[in-house]
């Protein structure tokens, strides 16, 4: 199972404790079910293609109080801070409120890196330093960022920010350091040791089921289920570059 | 036509000093810039995250596209045979080579982290059309060097028409790839076509050559050096030709958008309601960049005084200037089309036309890009020959003597017939 939908919590605690018991009551170290824990990977393990990380986005269960709400957390979990000046400040995830001009119909949806499959900023990155891990996630490489800010043109979800000023009291996790470009990491440091992004989980708590991530590659997942039911849109599906960020209700 | 002799310049006048003193100095104040912008950050700069590049980039590729058209002149000679452009080839392949490495400075410069810069030649992504570019700039380097080598050493002047071939290649692949920068970035309303690529190359004849024309004016002005009227008329013709040329592109670029609705909110802001950005297409690029020089070179009035040439040729240097802003700065104030047929607003600048202040530092960047290629050109044409002693007409024109034959038998079969 590589959903890791925060709304399964209670189950997912049960089956934990069921296996558990069950393990403990046939053979000691011989383990029946498998615990969601067990896609994280180990220090050093490559990420693989045979996952790809996704997220389902359901604009008609959120609205601008949810969106701030998740944009927040990503800032807390990211130590992200306002700079000097609007425009230089970072946005990993923002939120964006549109209007259609015919019917008048309002949303709110939150909108970061869309993790494209054909990532246009991987392309024009002159070093690499843009590039996307075998499981989907679009990463910068902080050690070869050279700064030059090509990848910030390229995007067309406009998901990427440039360290304008020094910052202090990085999260380790999240370096956004002053001369390089920085986006939604789609909460790597989490997913990596099992764990969902920090926008999901806190979108959970304020709308439930707004948000689900997991494996767009696993026909088991919820989100691969859910997406097979529905009908969903791709922000600029015109331009092929196939995001992993989907979106309901658009 | 005489034999076009080179010689180095004196360089021990006052005024040498103080052209030299003058360009360090501006070199100095774009470095001091570039360092102070690395040690605060780009925050002191107008550059934010929606309008990532700037000033900086819009003198560096304007220099860099200028470069590239500097090299024509010497193609004309040395790959279409044309014999008055031949004593020009040195020039030409200097300033191409000081342009480019003036606007190769300012980039370098603006990069985020320039300690870096060793990465971007040990790292390369193919895929990226910098990374070409990075290949072409260096490779241009090498190109341009070979060639002016073969140009000036007398034992290989034989190799001057092929390795003036693929200089001339090498420029027509760099202008494209350049253009391409812009060209291939899908997402983009004012980028995404094809036809920046030979749009840059047509405009990177005018830019090149004005400047060729101006430094040529100047240097054989201030080095007292003979300059007949047959080579200005020669290239101040050229000159209007390939501003019309560019002109025509531009005009190519914008019609095809007026087209295309998808296009129609970009062609509206730049030709309309833009504001600073719609006034420099108008009056920058289109009116003072190519209206006017044109008629500065053909008009009958003006068209054999060098002020008025000159003064084109600033003219097409402004409007060149004016039209990286547009392409550049202006591409990117356009707000990017996420959500077609919707309003968009967000904390973020979604679905507004993004504002820009350029501050000092970064116009000084520019300026000391421009100062370190006249640098590197006034430094070098004292230690080395690239400079003729004269394109007086007699020199220069090789059909001088003829016309004058041709004159005088006119003139004879006048006064027989009368």
Redesign the interface.
């Known amino acids: 199972m590589t959903d890791r939908c925060p709304t399964d919590t209670t189950r997912r605690q049960v089956l934990k404790g069921a296996s558990a018991m069950a393990g403990m009551a046939l053979a000691p170290g011989f383990v029946l079910v498998t615990a969601p824990e067990a896609t994280a990977k180990t220090a050093g393990e490559a990420a693989t293609d045979k996952t790809r990380w996704g997220l389902l986005i359901d604009t008609n269960k959120l609205d601008k109080a949810a969106c701030d709400a998740l944009v927040a957390a990503c800032n807390t979990e990211h130590g992200l801070k306002p ?9 990993w995830v ?9 019917t008048g119909a309002e949303k709110s949806l939150p ?1 970061m890196c869309q993790h494209c499959e054909n990532p ?1 900023c ?8 843009s590039f996307r891990r075998a499981d989907g996630i679009v990463l910068v490489d902080k050690h ?7 990848c ?7 998901a ?7 910052v202090t009291d990085q999260k380790p996790q999240s370096p956004h350091g ?4 920085s986006a939604c990491t789609l909460c790597v440091h989490r997913v990596d040791v099992g764990g969902i992004p920090a926008c999901v989980e806190a979108c959970a708590k304020v709308a439930p089921g707004a948000m689900l991530f997991g494996d767009l590659k696993d026909p088991g997942s919820a989100i691969s289920k859910k997406v097979s039911e529905i009908t969903v849109t791709r ?2 599906a015109d ?1 092929g570059v196939e995001p992993s960020v989907l979106y309901a209700g658009l | 036509m005489a034999k076009v002799e080179f010689s180095e310049v004196e360089g021990r006048s006052g005024e040498y000093y103080t052209l030299l003193g003058g360009l360090a100095f501006l070199a100095a104040c774009g470095l001091g810039a570039a360092a102070y912008t ?1 040690h ?4 002191i700069t107008g ?7 700037g000033i900086p980039h819009v003198f560096a590729i304007f220099l860099i596209v200028a470069a590239s058209g500097a090299l024509n002149v010497a193609s004309i000679g040395t790959v279409f045979g044309k014999v008055m452009y031949k004593p020009l080839a040195r020039l030409s392949g200097l300033l191409a080579f000081c342009l480019l490495a003036g606007g190769l400075s300012i980039l370098v410069l603006d ?4 300690d ?2 060793v ?2 030649m040990t ?3 193919l ?5 070409w570019n ?1 290949n072409f700039y260096m490779g241009f380097f090498a190109v341009v060097a070979a060639y002016l080598w073969v140009t000036m050493d007398w034992r290989l002047t034989g190799l001057s028409k092929p390795v003036g071939i693929l200089a001339f290649m090498w420029r027509l692949a760099l202008t494209s790839c350049t253009g391409w ?1 812009f060209g ?5 309303q004012g980028w995404d076509a094809a036809v920046m690529a030979p749009m840059f190359i047509v405009l990177s004849f005018a830019y090149g050559l004005a400047i060729f024309l101006l430094v040529l004016m100047a240097s054989s002005a201030w080095t007292r050096r003979p300059l007949g009227d047959a080579v200005v008329k020669k290239l101040k013709n050229l000159l209007g030709v390939f501003v019309a040329g560019g002109l025509y592109f531009v005009v190519v670029q914008h019609l095809t958008n007026m087209y295309a609705t998808e296009h129609h909110g970009f062609t509206r802001f730049i030709l309309l309601d833009g504001g600073a950005f719609t006034a420099m297409f108008w009056i920058g690029q289109v009116l003072i960049g190519a209206v006017v020089p044109m008629v500065l070179v053909w008009y009958p009035g003006t068209a054999n005084s060098r002020q008025a040439i000159g003064l084109a040729c600033v003219l097409v240097v402004i409007g060149g200037i004016s039209q990286m802003f547009v392409t550049i700065v202006g591409g ?1 104030a356009y707000p ?4 077609p ?10 679905g507004v036309i ?2 820009y202040s350029p501050s000092i530092w970064e116009i000084l960047l520019g300026i000391g890009g421009i100062a370190i290629s006249m640098l590197m050109l006034t430094i070098a044409i004292k230690f080395l020959k690239f400079l003729p002693t004269s394109l007086a007409d007699e020199v220069a024109d090789p059909h001088h003597r003829k016309a004058s034959a041709v004159d005088t038998e006119e003139v004879a079969e006048a006064a027989e017939a009368a």
């Not at chain 2, 895929?127 to 990374?131: A, D, L, M, W």
């Not at chain 2, 047929?341 to 979604?350: A, K, P, Q, R």
Request: proline share 6%; net charge positive; hydrophobic share 45%.
């Open positions: 700079a000097s000046r609007a425009d230089a400040t970072a946005q923002r939120r964006v409120d549109i209007k259609d001009k015919l909108v246009p991987a392309d024009v990155c002159p070093t690499g330093a070869i960022c050279i700064g030059c800010r090509y910030m043109l390229a995007c067309p979800y406009k990427r920010s440039f360290g304008y000023e020094p002053v001369g390089t470009v922000i600029r331009l | 690395d605060a950050g780009h925050i550059m934010g995250n929606a309008i990532p590049w990069l985020g982290r320039p870096r810069l990465i971007s790292h390369f992504n895929k990226s059309i910098f990374v990075i920068v291939f970035i899908v997402a983009r990117l990017l089309v996420l959500f047929g919707m309003e968009v607003s967000s904390s973020f600048f979604d993004n504002g």
